[in-house]
């Protein structure tokens, strides 16, 4: 019977390491679609703002009650996972708390870390769940999260409480058969969580008591490799990409802008057009239509959102009922990627469907009410730039389609002939000056 448990175990473990691998594979793929961008400079900065901003959770603390539960929950989740070590361990060998005799008291200690953290991490969840679905927080109504995404946040905090109430169950079993005598279960300490519910389970029979333990056990570590599998298709993968998109973020100034190397060209042959040359070629394009013509970490700031909507709450266009929502662009991006991906898987490799991110997901209202003040840049806890897309889309509206208000097209022109905003030609531009002094 133990034998056929660890087969069981074995395969269930494998197809689980199978299938997210595979994902995580068409995720990396799929990323890699984007432009070519160097972002490796500055290491000792890039493993700061990687310690601070995934791990610590920096601008989280704007808000120090939700930062605080928050670090909870991602700490504790993340740390009570080193148990699961042990899980796979006894599951694969068939032993049962494997460490418990190399580690001794020292193990006791760790497994009441551990459900300290469970606990911490369940309150935090269940408070989670009721500020999401009970308080009318502005953010969590909008349009953005109608359907499936909603549903997703709710279905994340409902499995993390399930689990760790699993964890808790697991370990009050256990010890209530530890305190019986039971064989097998040697005694590891108390537990500072789950002992406190232990004497109320010793009345029970020792096989009910096993079945609630190995049931808990069971159901602990297959809702694990599930919850493992659901994070690539759950807003929650940025439990895994806050780390590298922390690491990667942009380092240059904030709001400063990517320009095109070779429009700056055109602008500097114009003042100077011997130093033109003469085999100089145009560029291929100019801007973004689809999701190939964007920055890799664009991409990558796609899957890593987390659709808090901090971005959209700080965007004054959003805040006066413009159709504007960065986390809807950076929604959009990750949603026509993944379209994209599946054609890929379909076919071979990507052929044209006839959509594009520009128009099919992005349009154009939305791009124009973005007033490039970078305030969602600022507010994402995860260093992701819907900035950088606006900003690409739009350079390829203007640029490659012509398609731009009148009145920055009068813009525009000016600039290009007067080299200034205003309709004044250069030769005129400090008549103003005179006209001061004579007055």
């Given at each position: ?223 694990i490799l599930a919850f493992l599998n ?22 240059t100034n904030t709001g400063e802008m ?178 001061m002094q004579n007055n």
């Amino acid at each position: 019977m133990q034998i056929a448990q660890q087969i069981i175990f074995a395969a269930c473990l494998g197809f689980a390491v199978w299938f997210f691998s595979k994902k995580a594979k068409e995720i990396r793929r799929n990323i890699l679609l984007g432009m070519d961008e160097d972002l490796t400079d500055n290491k000792p900065q890039r493993w700061k703002n990687m310690l601070l901003l995934a791990f610590g959770q920096k601008k989280m603390f704007k808000n120090p009650f939700v930062a605080v539960l928050h670090l909870f929950i991602y700490l504790g989740f993340i740390i009570i996972n080193i148990e699961v070590l042990e899980i796979v361990l006894d599951g694969l060998l068939g032993t049962h708390r494997l460490f418990l005799s190399p580690l001794g008291g020292f193990y006791t200690f760790l497994i009441n870390c551990f459900e300290v953290l469970a606990l911490t991490v369940l309150i935090g969840c269940v408070i989670f769940l009721a500020r999401r679905n009970a308080l009318k927080i502005k953010r969590f109504l909008s349009k953005d999260l109608n359907g499936w995404p909603r549903s997703d946040a709710n279905y994340i905090l409902i499995t993390e409480i399930v689990l760790m109430s699993l964890f808790l169950l697991m370990n009050a079993a256990d010890r209530a058969l530890q305190l019986n005598g039971s064989a097998h279960y040697h005694d590891a300490g108390n537990f500072i969580i789950s002992g406190l519910l232990a004497p109320s389970f010793q009345g029970m029979s020792e096989n009910s008591l096993i079945l609630m333990e190995r049931s808990a056990w069971w159901l602990h570590i297959l809702g694990i490799l599930a919850f493992l599998n659901y994070l690539p298709w759950s807003k929650h993968l940025h439990i895994l990409l806050a780390f590298p998109n922390a690491w990667y973020a942009r380092l240059t100034n904030t709001g400063e802008m990517n320009n095109m190397t070779s429009v700056q060209n055109e602008v500097k042959y114009m003042m100077q057009p011997e130093l033109a040359p003469t085999d100089a070629t145009p560029p291929s394009k100019f801007g973004a239509k689809d999701v190939m013509d964007l920055s890799w970490k664009s991409l990558l700031d796609a899957y890593s959102c987390t659709e808090c909507g901090r971005c959209s709450a700080a965007c004054p266009a959003n805040s006066t009922g413009k159709l504007l929502s960065p986390r809807a662009i950076m929604m959009k991006t990750r949603d026509r990627l993944e379209e994209v991906g599946k054609n890929i898987n379909a076919n071979g490799s990507f052929i044209d469907d006839g959509k594009k991110l520009l128009n099919d997901y992005i349009t154009v209202e939305e791009l124009r009410a973005c007033t490039t003040c970078n305030a969602c840049v600022e507010e994402c806890p995860v260093s992701i730039n819907p900035l950088s897309i606006i900003l690409e889309l739009r350079r390829s509206l203007i640029m490659e389609d012509s398609n731009a208000p009148g009145e920055w097209n009068a813009m525009f022109s000016n600039v290009e002939n007067n080299f200034a905003p205003w309709k004044f030609s250069p030769d005129e531009r400090d008549k103003w000056a005179e006209e001061m002094q004579n007055n």
